[in-house]
C-alpha cells in the first residue's frame, strides 16, 4: 500500500523537487499538493494522508518588503494551524522546513549549545513556529524540524542565482577563502524521503557532507558555462574587515557551517557529491 505526503507550499521549489524525486518509487509513495494562499485549505480532507510536507511561507528574499505581522501570520500561524489539522484528522507525522537563519548568526559554527538568537522577522518568525510545534508531538503524531543551509540546485531561486550571475558575467572575483553548509536540493529531498519513511521526529539538519567554499563554487559555475574568470588577491583585506559589518558581503564572504557532528547521517542522504552536485546546477 502506499504511502500518501501532502505537500503545503504548491509553488515551492524544495516541494516541486521532492515530488519529482518520490516519483522513483511509483509502487512505494504517493504526494499531492495545495495552496494556502486562500481559504480554501482549511476545508481540505487531511486524513487520507500518512504525513503533511509544510513548506509554504515568506522566504528570506522578501524580508524587506513584508511586515513583523505578515511574518507571524504566514510562517508561524498557518504552520501552527496546518498541524493541528494534520494531527486532529489522525495523520501521522507533521514535517516543517525551518532555517539555519533562527540562530541569527552571520559568522561561525553552529553547534549543538549554540544558543537561539534570530536577527530577522524571518528567522524570528520560523523559531516560534518550532515552539510552537513541539507541544503537539506524542499520541502518535510525529513533528519533525529541517533547519536547511542554503539550498542549491538548478533553477534554484535566491542566493544561488545571485552567485551564478557573478560567476558567469564578472572578469574578476576575490580569492578569499572560505567554509559554508549548503545542501543540494537532491540530497534534500532523499533527506526529506528518509524523515518520512522512518518517522523520524526532533530537529534535523541537512547539509551536505562537505563545506562549501564560495570562490570553489563560483569557480566550478563558471567553467561549467565556458565564462573565464580570474580570482584576485587584491581587494582580499577590505573584504575580511567588512565580513561582518556589511550584510551583503558577510552573506557572500562569510564563513557560516553547522558542525558536522549535527549531521552524522549526512552519507545516507547525500545521494550527489559537491562536483556533479554543481555541474548539474549550471544549465
Known amino acids: 500500500m502506499k504511502k500518501k505526503l501532502l ?22 509513495y504517493a504526494c499531492e499538493w495545495i495552496s494556502v494562499r486562500d481559504k480554501n485549505w482549511s476545508s481540505q ?3 487520507q494522508y500518512d504525513a503533511v510536507l509544510h513548506l509554504a511561507g515568506i522566504t528570506r528574499s522578501r524580508s524587506l518588503f513584508q511586515s513583523r505581522k505578515k511574518f507571524d501570520a504566514v510562517n508561524r500561524d498557518l504552520a501552527v494551524q496546518a498541524a493541528l489539522k494534520a494531527k486532529n484528522s489522525g495523520v501521522q507525522q507533521f514535517i516543517f522546513l525551518s532555517s539555519m537563519s ?19 522577522h524571518y528567522g524570528r518568525s520560523k523559531w516560534e513556529a518550532e515552539q510552537r510545534l513541539w507541544p503537539l508531538a506524542g499520541d ?3 513533528v519533525s524540524v529541517l533547519r536547511a543551509p542554503m539550498v542549491y540546485g538548478k533553477d534554484c531561486p535566491g542566493n544561488f542565482q545571485i552567485l551564478k550571475k557573478i560567476a558567469v558575467k564578472a572578469p574578476f572575483f576575490p580569492s578569499v577563502e572560505n567554509s559554508r553548509s549548503m545542501i543540494y536540493i537532491d540530497n534534500l529531498c532523499e533527506c526529506l524521503r528518509l524523515v518520512w519513511e522512518e518517522r523520524r521526529s526532533g530537529l534535523i539538519f541537512p547539509q551536505n557532507k562537505a563545506y562549501v567554499s564560495t570562490r570553489d563554487m563560483v569557480s566550478r559555475i563558471a567553467r561549467e558555462n565556458g565564462h573565464k574568470i580570474t580570482f584576485v588577491p587584491f581587494f582580499n583585506g577590505v573584504i575580511r574587515w567588512m565580513t561582518g559589518r556589511q550584510s551583503t558581503v558577510t552573506k557572500v564572504f562569510g564563513a557560516l ?4 557532528d549535527l549531521s552524522r547521517d549526512s552519507d545516507r542522504y547525500a545521494v550527489q557529491d559537491y562536483r556533479a552536485s554543481v555541474k548539474d546546477s549550471c544549465p
Open 7 to 28: 505537500i503545503i507550499g504548491k509553488s515551492s521549489y524544495i516541494g516541486r523537487h521532492f515530488g519529482e524525486w518520490l516519483r522513483r518509487w511509483p509502487d512505494r
Open 45 to 47: 480532507d487531511f486524513s
Open 102 to 120: 533562527v540562530y541569527g548568526m552571520k559568522q561561525g559554527m553552529i553547534t549543538q549549545n549554540t544558543p537561539i538568537r534570530p536577527k530577522s
Open 140 to 142: 502518535g503524531f510525529t
Open 257 to 260: 557551517t553547522y558542525d558536522m
